[in-house]
């Protein structure tokens, strides 16, 4: 079952701006990940958060965390064209089998 | 010195055949899946193997077998090949579990079914 929902599901933004990409989930969950794809290659890790965790920073990337509100997103300042591409966001639950389960995925596009 | 990988790249093949797609992991992990990614790139795991045992087997078709031959290794053969078969297959590990860490991944298989 699909389990994050990201939204919008394509932004397209100017090199140099910010881009903010939102994921929502459903059930309790040990840790949010959010991974990138560009076209026709595999999925990168970008961050791990945890559930006790409310913000992170890597580089560029800053993601946040509301459990309360079961949301999460990832901020990328100062854009470039190398960006380009889906951003996908993967919860683990609390309960059941420890799998990644992936959102539907943000397709962001940088114009220069 | 890539850490995950796939082969083939690129699988086209008829309806009705049977046809496998090999993994292989030099990064030491113990767990291994296999995720297939549909045309909307929708990601849906498939399998999960830790230590050559299989843990998590979501409603996948019996057509799709996986075989674990060590933990490095985690092979995907599919039969009787339907058009809806039609998507890339990920394979990606980790260590420890995706509570404790990251997945990673491999480029992807295309599989087309004609």
């Known amino acids: 079952s699909q389990q994050g929902e990201e939204d919008p599901q394509a932004l397209s933004i100017q090199e140099g701006e910010n881009a903010t990409m939102n994921c929502s989930y459903k059930?309790?969950?040990?840790?949010l990940q959010w991974y990138r794809q560009n076209s026709g290659r595999g999925l990168v890790h970008l961050i791990l958060?945890?559930?006790?965790?409310r913000e992170k920073h890597s580089g560029r990337l800053r993601v946040t965390l509301d459990t309360s509100k079961k949301s999460s997103s990832l901020l990328i300042t100062a854009s470039r064209a190398a960006d380009t591409a889906s951003y996908f966001c993967?919860?683990?639950?609390?309960?059941?089998?420890?799998?990644?389960?992936f959102g539907q995925g943000t397709r962001l596009t940088i114009n220069p | 010195d890539t850490a995950v990988s796939q082969t083939p790249k690129y699988l086209v093949t008829q309806m009705g055949n049977d046809k496998s797609i090999k993994c292989e992991q030099n990064l030491g992990h113990d767990t291994m899946y296999w995720y297939k990614q549909d045309s909307k790139k929708f990601l849906k795991i498939m399998f999960s193997y830790n230590n050559k045992e299989l843990i998590i087997n979501e409603t996948v078709p019996n057509r799709f077998s996986p075989k674990s031959p060590d933990k490095a290794h985690l092979n995907l053969h599919i039969n009787s090949l339907e058009l809806g078969d039609s998507a890339v297959y990920f394979c990606a590990s980790t260590l420890g579990g995706p509570n404790t860490g990251e997945l990673f991944f491999g480029e992807g298989s295309r599989l087309t079914v004609l």
């Open positions: 958060i945890r559930s006790n965790e």
């Open positions: 993967a919860t683990v639950e609390v309960q059941g089998a420890q799998k990644l389960v």
């Open positions: 059930t309790s969950i040990n840790n």
